[in-house]
């Protein structure tokens, strides 16, 4: 089945420090890659997406995601954490016209002072 | 700019009872989508459509139906509530002419709890 698999359901980061989700997913032919991240009691924002343009992938609020075809994965990076930045992130894929998203498991993530 | 507007925000409800949700997505977007959120839990994909006919199903209880009207907004309707169905409810709206690559567009969702 198709499917993405987060690695780690809580992540901890200082304020500051890099911040490396994971996110691989299944897939025989190329996939659409998405990040989402939710904030408490909100809906899912959009961050990034893989479309096939370019592998590196640049979003909002200082977050980038390298698509590695080899690895089948789609990690999301971000330099240096903020307070900001403390949310859950979900990865998502898409393979058909569609457009239905299929999500990972959620990946929580904590910034300490 | 405007965004997917859901309605009503929150909702309680007894069990056995009926709930139905309405979704209004972005303006000329022609796709909807419905996902339920538990506790805790990924965003699990329920139902979707595209040009008031639907276009896909995922994991969407048979006491559960939905709909896409003329003017695109949907509704979807859930009888026979019971706790489990006690979750976040979110509607996306897309542009189909993206394909697949087009992003979804979330609402703020509906939290519907059962007691």
């Known amino acids: 089945a198709q499917s993405v698999t987060q690695l780690g359901s809580h992540v901890s980061v200082s304020e500051g420090a890099l911040v490396l989700l994971r996110c691989n997913y299944s897939s025989s032919v190329p996939p659409y890659l998405f990040w989402y991240v939710q904030y408490p009691n909100q809906g899912l924002q959009l961050l990034l997406k893989?479309?096939?343009?370019?592998?590196l992938v640049k979003g909002i609020n200082g977050f980038e995601a390298e698509f590695k075809k080899s690895e089948t994965s789609f990690h999301l990076t971000k330099p240096s954490a903020h307070m900001s930045d403390a949310a859950e992130y979900f990865c998502a894929v898409s393979y058909n016209q569609g457009g239905k998203l299929i999500f990972g498991q959620g990946t929580e993530l904590s910034v300490k002072p | 700019a405007a965004g997917v507007i859901q309605s009503p925000r929150h909702l309680i409800k007894e069990k056995r009872e009926t709930a139905t949700l309405k979704c209004y997505p972005i303006p000329r977007h022609d796709t909807v989508y419905w996902y339920q959120q538990g506790p805790g839990q990924d965003p699990q994909f329920l139902i979707s459509?595209?040009?008031?006919?639907?276009?896909d199903k995922g994991s969407i209880p048979d006491r559960f139906s939905a709909q896409q009207f003329s003017d695109y907004h949907s509704e979807l309707n859930m009888s026979s509530l019971e706790l489990g169905d006690s979750a976040l409810y979110f509607c996306a709206s897309s542009d189909s002419r993206q394909g697949a690559s087009g992003e979804l567009f979330f609402g703020e969702g509906s939290r519907l709890t059962v007691l």
């Open positions: 459509f595209y040009e008031k006919m639907q276009s």
């Open positions: 893989y479309t096939s343009a370019a592998t």
